[in-house]
């Protein structure tokens, strides 16, 4: 497995593959491996001849009151990781390399952004765009492949690639999760071991929402006020949202239709976690 920390580096080693005939599949992370970046891994090797992984904390998405500094990271344990599911390159680049001085050009999808993560977070989706962008810009993939884990991502990027005509395949997986159902996540590390048993609530919440749409309830203000109940009712659980809308505009619903999307965004002590179903009704 190679490991590139240039641009120079990276795109000479796509440009070789490319030459050789080879398609190119992309996995974009901020590293601290789980299955869920794994998966993402497989399935890209399965359906690609050549795998790039990127690892990049990217500043660009964080807020400055957000857990830049303490994202957690081990760069050797990632290489082993993605090494033993056939990865054949990582790019992993200086903050100087993706932002020189004088770094002032951004991309923005307007609307999906402006909800759920984006109201919490005002700037992330602008400098996820950007990254990505900047991402596909130098690997050039044939497909590039995100989790379904953080949805309103993974439409925004679609929504990205479609308004902008980039020339590649968005390809989204489902949520893995632990035995217990709790979505995997770099960030499930801060939980004490009593949120981490708090945090079960926000995958509790989706399966009775799901069971209630599944037995015909179509009121997205019944439905969304019962996940409430359930995430408060944990002395430790503070929900930053929970929203129910439909996909893939993330437009609001007053009456289950079509495709749904229940998002869920909750805090245990400084650590945020999010969570959603997807479902046809
Ligand atoms: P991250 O390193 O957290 O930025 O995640 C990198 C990619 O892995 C993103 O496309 C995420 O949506 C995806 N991902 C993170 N957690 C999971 C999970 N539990 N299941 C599936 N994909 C995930």
Redesign the pocket.
């Known amino acids: 497995m190679h490991i590139h920390r240039t641009i120079a580096e990276i795109r000479q080693f796509v440009g070789q593959c490319r030459a050789a005939g080879q398609t190119v599949g992309l996995v974009?992370?901020?590293?601290y491996f789980h299955e869920?970046?794994l998966?993402?891994m497989r399935e890209a090797k399965q359906k690609c001849d050549v795998v790039v992984v990127t690892l990049y904390v990217n500043p660009l998405q964080f807020g400055p009151k957000e857990d830049l500094a303490q994202y957690p990271r081990d760069f050797e344990r990632d290489c082993t990781m993605a090494r033993d599911v056939g990865v054949d390159a990582i790019f992993t680049p200086l903050d100087q390399e993706m932002y020189p001085q004088g770094f002032s050009t951004f991309v923005e999808v307007t609307g999906l952004t402006d909800i759920l993560c984006g109201q919490s977070r005002p700037g992330h989706f602008r400098g996820v765009t950007t990254v990505v962008t900047k991402l596909f810009n130098i690997v050039a993939p044939d497909q590039a492949f995100?989790?379904?884990?953080?949805a309103q991502?993974?439409l925004v990027i679609q929504r990205m690639v479609r308004d902008l005509n980039m020339n590649l395949e968005v390809v989204i997986?489902?949520?893995?999760?632990e035995h217990d159902g709790l979505?995997?996540?770099?960030r499930n590390v801060y939980l004490t071991e009593e949120q981490r048993r708090d945090a079960l609530v926000l995958y509790r919440s989706l399966c009775a929402f799901r069971a209630a749409v599944q037995q015909g309830e179509r009121d997205a203000g019944k439905l969304r006020g019962m996940m409430t109940d359930m995430i408060t009712t944990v002395p430790g659980a503070q929900p930053d949202y929970v929203e129910i809308l439909a996909v893939p505009d993330l437009q609001p619903l007053e009456t289950l239709q079509g495709g749904i999307i229940a998002a869920l965004a909750v805090r245990f002590g400084k650590t945020r976690l999010i969570d959603n179903v997807i479902m046809e009704v």
Request: charged letters at 10%.
């Open positions: 974009p992370t901020m590293g869920g970046h998966t993402l995100f989790g379904q884990k953080d991502q993974a997986l489902p949520t893995v999760r979505a995997m996540s770099s």
